[in-house]
Nanobody, 113 residues
Framework: QVQLVESGGGLVQPGGSLRLSCAAS????????MNWYRQAPGKQREFIAQ???????NYADSVKGRFTISRDNAKSTMYLQMNSLKPEDTAVYYC???????WGQGTQVTVSS
């Protein structure tokens, strides 16, 4: 069955970096565009970044220039490199396969001093 498992979240100080991973299984990862979303407490889930089959990317304005989405099809894994983190980046981060309409369970990122 389809599985998306996020990892790499944690507590980091403002200005720090984290790399999130999303390990996919149960489908042909290389044939799917993939997204990252996040949801902060009391807020709606918001789109952060997308990577297409060909590797093209696009980002929400709030993370552009700080976050980088990438994929390794050989490992069926997607990544989100997050730099220059801010307290407002605190949220649960989710990976999403839009064509399958399938979400991972999420990983918590907390940016605080």
């Amino acid at each position: 069955q389809v599985q998306l498992v996020e990892s790499g979240g944690g507590l980091v100080q403002p200005g720090g970096s984290l790399r999130l991973s999303c390990a996919a299984s149960g489908f042909t990862f290389s044939l799917h565009r993939m997204n990252w979303y996040r949801q902060a407490p009391g807020k709606q889930r918001e789109f952060i970044a997308q990577i297409t089959i060909s590797g093209s990317t696009n980002y929400a304005d709030s993370v552009k220039g700080r976050f980088t989405i990438s994929r390794d099809n050989a490992k069926s894994t997607m990544y989100l490199q997050m730099n220059s983190l801010k307290p407002e980046d605190t949220a649960v981060y989710y990976c999403y396969a839009p064509i399958l309409d399938y979400w991972g369970q999420g990983t918590q990122v907390t940016v605080s001093s």
